[in-house]
């Protein structure tokens, strides 16, 4: 057995330093591996609650001049906020395929209508994916946020009805594209002094049986839009809301009402609704 020197007793040391450094290496290593792991899924999670839409992008960089072949873009899904309006689509490709484009295209880049040499997007349909409707509405000044609307913003449509004694509020539809805005289709079209051009309509993008359910709405009530942010896709209540329960007020049941009281043909007068019900009270 060796003796017990000093330079053993280091040399135990060391290895036991060693060893304790391995295993916090190993525990800081196993952590670090969860934790990656647990991002990893939440970002997955919230990857598959994103609307995405499929778009037509780039294969590689191409220059000016290049045609547009199966050979040169590819398909891709991007998030439809992100998605600009312009955009080709795969259901489009056919009208785009061997034009030319005017400008360059970055690798991954979404191919538009306006970069091809030209060309432009052939129709305002051609705006919108299959299965889809654009349904106009005539907004007035309150009702389309005093022209803020822009195209390619997204909207809630918020209904005001009323019945024969009560007046009612809800939510009829929640981010909805706005393709034009009178006929605006993009949102830097300016008048010659710079300004937003003014509007009496607003265009979406809906399904048909939404498109169906606004053009009730505006048979029935009011319509307004309310702008969301760039986005936001957080749901809202779509209840059914009395006007005075939102207001806070009571409900009215004819109490403290006047009313004038009506002669019909010489007879006598007859007695109205009370004043209010102070007019009960005896004067001292």
């Known amino acids: 057995m060796p003796p017990n020197t000093p330079i053993t007793r280091n040399t135990r040391k060391n290895w036991i330093v060693l060893a304790v450094a391995l295993a916090l290496g190993g525990l800081a290593a196993y ?47 991007i ?9 080709i689509t795969p259901d489009q ?74 007046s009612f509020t809800f939510t009829l539809l929640q981010s909805i594209p706005v393709l034009a ?14 300004q937003p051009r003014s509007y009496t309509t607003i265009t979406l993008d809906t399904s048909p049986e939404d498109a169906k359910r606004v053009i009730a709405a505006r048979e029935i009530g009011r319509v307004t839009a309310l702008l969301r942010a760039p986005g936001d896709i957080t749901p809202v209540s779509t209840a059914i809301t009395d006007g005075r329960k939102l207001l806070g007020l009571p409900d009215g049941d004819g109490k403290g009402i006047s009313s004038v009281p009506v002669i019909y043909g010489g007879g006598p007068i007859t007695s109205g609704l009370k004043m209010s019900s102070h007019a009960e009270t005896p004067l001292d």
């Open 31 to 77: 952590a670090a591996s969860n934790y990656l792991a647990e991002r990893m899924a939440e970002i997955d999670a919230r990857a598959t609650d994103i609307d995405m839409v499929q778009v037509v992008v780039a294969k590689t960089s191409l220059p000016a001049g290049a045609s547009i072949t199966p050979d040169t873009v590819a398909v891709r899904g």
């Open 79 to 87: 998030p439809r906020p992100w998605a600009h309006s312009g955009a």
């Open 93 to 166: 490709f056919s009208r785009a395929e061997s034009l030319v484009l005017a400008y360059p295209a970055a690798v991954g880049e979404a191919i538009l209508w306006a970069q091809l040499e030209g060309r432009r997007a052939p129709t305002f349909s051609a705006r919108l994916q299959s299965g889809q409707r654009a349904v106009t509405v005539p907004v007035d000044e309150i009702s389309s946020l005093s022209g803020m609307v822009e195209p390619g913003d997204r909207i809630d449509i918020v209904v005001s009805a009323r019945n024969e004694t009560r």
């Open 181 to 194: 805005t009178g006929s605006r289709v993009d949102a830097d079209t300016r008048d010659p002094d710079g």
